[in-house]
């Protein structure tokens, strides 16, 4: 049931690698939808960030990219596939730590997608290695979840993420529970990361200096209910990034007027379609 | 260094509360019989403890207390493993969930001492009956936990299983199963005493021998400080059981309770 559909053949233009088209969301028996006719179009390799006040719906977005849930309206294609369920071409970072297993070990949290999908031990040991690597948590591999901290806790997922190659990454706040120096140094790590890996990351956050500091384009949210995308920003500053920037802060101002703007829209703008 | 001075200090203190609360007992036990002054209605702590001496003594009577424990032991674990399976899947098939579930709660509201007469006429006097009454008393308390624990499971572990293309088995022998486990042992331990509470009650009407049949028969002679060696043999029983039940659960299983406050 979580299969990948197959079938129909993949398109992979680079122009539209995850295509988001027209997805509203409502939960069965609620008139007032959770989000109204979002479409977005993520290129290969991109790293798109979804920025939004907390209670917008962008988490709701990430779920129906997962295929955690369906949109109620609209499509959503990966590859040129429909997304009709989970599956390992999606790779999900989530917001807590709840989805790590407190019972298994660094390396056997890391370890469980390919077990799921049947990598045989010997390749399944060299793939975590180099995974667990490029989080710097090699030495940690025997710890247990309970024993990590934050930000440890958080590359674990990155780490389980990593290591089955999907191509595409959704990172739902990953960053959102940790202390303002954890966060800063996951985000440089992670931005390193990406360069080298060249994923399609659609991250979601109310951060504007974390969406800044990752993200190709930022797509600004309104306010929930009925939330809409607002407008979707470029971020030209050149990689590596730095916060301390002249443009930065520039961005930022922009970024920053973007969101308000988006947060002070009146909900009427949602009615002129009815 | 301090720390550890005072967790020894703390340490020999919980202790001394301990030996003193045993004290304050038995003190008060000989008070009330003492007062009743009757040692054929009730004994002193002295008349029984050298009837349980005597009890411990007697190689036949002795081997009573291990009849009953067998009891215990098998009908527990046979109950806990129902309760199990019982739980894992009212909480995971739907028509299951409707048909049994009802049952369940119905069954569980009825104390197994109802079914023991009944039990007699199906299954005869003998183990058969006191098997039943011990997993009737142990598989409802494993059934809820059971029930309990799998509707905790964090929806995110599922969700990353999910998105791995993990199946269904799959996500349920390592995310399912194992998150349930600190609720199962709850009800295991819950069982565990029900068992030693039930086991009495069905030997006293459906049995030839073990300690509720010693106690029952005690009364033919009027012989109380007999049955008081039997209800501290219980006591002790049960207690030293839960200590070795809780503390073999959470070594044996600690990875299950990681993280956890109170492991």
Redesign the interface.
């Known amino acids: 049931m979580t299969q990948p559909t197959t079938g129909s053949q993949p398109r992979s233009s680079d122009e539209g690698f995850v295509v988001i088209d027209g997805v509203s969301f409502s939960y069965p028996g609620s008139s007032q939808p959770i989000l109204r006719d979002v479409s977005l179009t993520l290129r290969r390799g991109e790293f798109f960030v979804l920025l939004g006040p907390s209670g917008c719906g962008k988490t709701t977005i990430m779920n129906q990219v997962a295929g955690f849930e369906r949109p109620t309206t609209g499509s959503i294609t990966v590859d040129g596939r429909p997304v009709s369920g989970p599956g390992p071409d999606r790779a999900v970072i989530f917001q807590g730590d709840d989805s790590l297993l407190g019972w298994l070990n660094v390396r056997h949290n890391v370890e469980f997608g390919l077990r799921a999908l049947r990598v045989p031990g010997a390749e399944r040991t060299k793939r975590v290695q180099r995974a667990l690597e490029t989080v710097e948590l090699a030495g940690q591999q025997g710890k247990f979840p309970h024993e990590l901290s934050g930000g440890m806790k958080q590359r674990v997922q990155i780490a389980r993420a990593l290591v089955v190659d999907a191509p595409v990454l959704l990172m739902d706040e990953p960053f959102g529970a940790l202390d303002a120096q954890t966060r800063t140094n996951l985000q440089d790590a992670l931005a390193g990361l990406w360069e080298q890996s060249q994923r399609t990351v659609l991250f979601i956050t109310h951060d504007i200096s974390e969406a800044l500091i990752l993200g190709d384009r930022i797509g600004v949210m309104t306010s929930g209910p009925e939330a809409r995308l607002q407008t979707v920003m470029d971020n030209p500053l050149p990689r590596p990034r730095h916060r301390g920037t002249a443009e930065f802060a520039d961005l930022y101002q922009q970024v920053e007027d973007a969101v308000t703007a988006a947060k002070s829209r009146p909900p009427a703008a949602a009615g002129e379609s009815r | 260094m301090s720390r550890t001075a005072a967790a020894r200090r703390w340490r020999w203190q919980r202790l001394g509360l301990n030996v003193l609360a045993v004290l304050v007992a038995v003190a008060a036990w000989h008070v009330a019989a003492l007062w009743k002054d009757n040692l054929l209605v009730f004994p002193t702590p002295g008349t029984s403890l050298s009837a349980l001496r005597d009890v411990l003594s007697e190689g036949d009577q002795r081997h009573q207390l291990i009849i009953t424990l067998r009891r215990v032991v098998v009908g527990f674990a046979l109950g806990s493993a129902l309760g199990v399976v019982i739980g894992s899947l009212i909480g995971s098939v739907r028509s299951v969930a409707l048909t049994l579930e009802p049952v369940v709660h119905f069954l569980r509201s009825v104390t197994p001492v109802a079914w023991i007469v009944p039990a007699t006429i199906w299954l005869g006097v003998g183990e058969g009956s006191l098997r039943f009454i011990v997993v009737y008393a142990t598989v409802f308390p494993v059934t809820i936990n059971t029930l309990a624990g799998l509707a905790q499971v ?1 929806v ?2 599922v ?9 269904r088995l ?1 996500i349920y022998r ?2 399912i199963i ?1 998150s349930a ?1 600190p609720y199962i042992v709850t009800g295991m331990r819950l069982s565990l005493g029900y068992s030693f509470m039930s086991v009495v009650a069905a030997e006293m009407v459906a049995g030839r021998d073990g300690i509720g049949y010693l106690i029952y028969n005690s009364r033919i002679f009027f012989d109380t400080a007999t049955m008081f060696a039997g209800i501290l043999l219980l006591g002790a029983a049960g207690l030293v059981f839960d200590k070795i039940f809780s503390v073999a659960a959470h070594r044996g299983l600690a ?2 309770y ?2 956890q406050v109170n492991t």
Not at chain 2, 159 to 167: D, K, L, V
């Open positions: 964090p995110n572990k969700r990353m299983a999910r998105t791995f293309g993990a199946s799959r390592s995310i194992p486990v990875r299950f990681a993280g």
